[in-house]
């Protein structure tokens, strides 16, 4: 009772508005990560609902990293949705494989351009503040949960890679990301989204084992 009263208790103050876009955006991102695990393509359409309204949930949360990552998700989004519709093996599904080592090396690549560009972002977020105080910048203004936002930006950054590239694997960066997001957004006082990201996991888990199954399938 009290974890669920904790869950509720910032939305006392929260606009029935946000609220709203808050539960529309975890319906449409739980339900694109279970069209995601079918291998289904219409884990794009409900994906690009989802990560839209994200991008204006968080950055009102103060989590500019996961604010660029949702609207670097609708981008992606749609370049996977026309990277899916190429490699259909029926009118809705694709067929999966594993990552290479060249696509590792791009993903290392991936992961680092992202830590340094989104903390240079961080750095600079004094500026994006509205205050009659001039802006200070540097690291003092961050806290934990910032540090993280970084680097789960750049965990969900690859995982979407690897995903628009049809890879088993994308689904392990999911996994590892979603469960730092947990504590993550419950600090921020997003519990609905907190709670999405516990539903993620599990369905990323499931995720994983039914693709690796489908390539055992195929072989």
């Known amino acids: 009772m009290d974890l669920i009263q904790y869950l509720i208790a910032p ?7 946000f609220i709203l876009l808050e ?11 279970l069209l995601s695990i079918r291998k289904h393509i ?21 989590l500019i990293g996961d604010t660029l990552i949702n609207f670097y998700y609708t981008v992606m989004s749609i370049y996977g949705w026309i990277m899916w ?9 694709i067929r999966v494989s594993r990552t290479s080592k060249k ?20 750095y600079y977020k004094p500026l994006l503040n ?8 540097g690291w003092d203004h961050l806290d934990w949960a910032n540090y993280l936002d970084i680097f789960t930006t750049s965990i ?13 694997e994308n689904w392990l960066f999911w996994i590892v990301g ?13 519990g609905l989204t907190a709670l999405q990201y516990l539903i993620f996991t599990i369905l990323a888990i499931n995720g994983y084992i039914k693709w690796q199954r489908s390539i055992a399938h195929h072989k």
């Open 23 to 33: 539960s529309i955006a975890v319906i449409f991102g739980v339900w694109s990560v």
């Open 156 to 168: 969900f950054l690859v995982g979407m890679w690897l995903m628009a590239k049809q890879k088993v």
């Open 11 to 17: 939305y006392k103050e929260y606009s029935v508005q």
């Open 130 to 137: 509205v205050s009659d105080k001039p802006a200070v910048l």
């Open 42 to 62: 219409g884990v794009y359409p409900t994906g690009i609902i989802s990560t839209a309204l994200y991008v204006y949930i968080l950055f009102k949360a103060g």
């Open 103 to 122: 696509e590792w090396i791009i993903c290392a690549w991936l992961f680092l351009f992202s830590i340094v560009a989104v903390s240079i972002i961080y």
């Open 178 to 190: 979603d469960l730092i997001c947990i504590p993550m957004m419950l600090y921020k006082s997003l």
């Open 85 to 93: 519709n190429k490699v259909k093996i029926d009118e809705v599904h």
